[in-house]
């Protein structure tokens, strides 16, 4: 079988307006600037009002990165929405096809947490690698604010709202080099937004679930402790199978999800602070988008030019960890 090269030819992003900083949240739970910014980085976060849907950001994000590459959305073959928090529990991809206009594309959602971009990108490139289709849009967007217990401190402090997206297209060239993904559901436990049935008696015979979904719950120092010991491994395991060293690296983009765990990570792969992107002070984890959010930033400063080299790594709820090395841009 003939095999094609993958390109990622644009990014676009987007967040709400509306925005809460640290002082606003010392206002709802006993905390304070002073620790939340020396603890994670983060010193504010975008939230989305309640008319805000999940489609809306993610289509905005995505006309963005569709126009950097060039396409009209009639061009695109297939459209994968990476989320854990969908406007519809049957999915949310479609939604976003139908607002953008993208007629053509077959569209469906993919869930892996904070790892969804990071497993979407390499979903998304086996499709382009077999032939079977040209152009794709990946988008990263999560609304975690919507699940998160605004009176624990533990963990409310940690999640912001928005979406990334990137297009991947067909390429002589491959700048897709290499990838690793895992999972451990055996300690699913540790950080979870898990539904919770209650029985329903329909009949004498029947009694069936019905709950709802709980607030996120997370043991913190098990997460910071599995991020910052599995992390390392992958990308190691990433740029090996990219034939690359962590030296020919020239931009870290790890998900955002503590500033700590970015400094921790680039830290045991010997990659010098100013090759990190972060952005956790302006929107602390955004889950799924916070990749390609951190991503589209670097591409538009112009930070990130093509042909760099990108190790990128997510890791999260699952649990899910992966990394893929790529060259920016055609
Ligand atoms: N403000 C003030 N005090 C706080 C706060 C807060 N927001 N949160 C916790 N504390 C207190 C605790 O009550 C505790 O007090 P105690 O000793 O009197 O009981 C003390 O601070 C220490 O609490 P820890 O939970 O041990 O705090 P830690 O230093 O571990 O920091 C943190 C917590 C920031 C959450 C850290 O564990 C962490 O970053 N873990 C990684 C979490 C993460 O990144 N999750 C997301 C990744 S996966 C995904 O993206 C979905």
Known sequence: MTTTGIAIT???SAVPSLSLDNHGLSQLVET???WITSRTGIRRRHLASPEVTLGQVAAEASLQAIAMAGLDPGDLDLIILATSTADDLFGSASQI???????RAV???LTAACSGFVFGLVTAGQFIRTGVYQNVLLVGADILSRWVDWSDRRTCILFGDGAGAVVLQGSDRDRLLGFELKSDGSQNSSLNLAYQPEPKTLTPDVTIGQGRFHPITMNGQDIYRFAVKKVPEVVEKALFRADRTADQVDWLILHQ????????????LKIP???????LAEYGNTSAASVPLALDEAVRSGKVRSGDTIATA??????????AIF????
Do not use: H, M, Y
């Open 10 to 12: 644009g990014s676009g």
């Open 32 to 34: 304070s600037d002073d």
């Open 97 to 103: 096809q139908a607002r953008i206009g993208a007629t």
């Open 107 to 109: 569209a469906f959602d």
């Open 257 to 268: 999800a503590n500033q700590r765990i970015l400094d921790a990570v680039a830290g045991r």
């Open 273 to 279: 602070p100013e090759k990190v992107i972060s952005n």
């Open 314 to 323: 997510g890791f999260g709820a699952g649990l899910t960890w992966g990394a």
């Open 327 to 330: 060259e920016w841009g055609r």
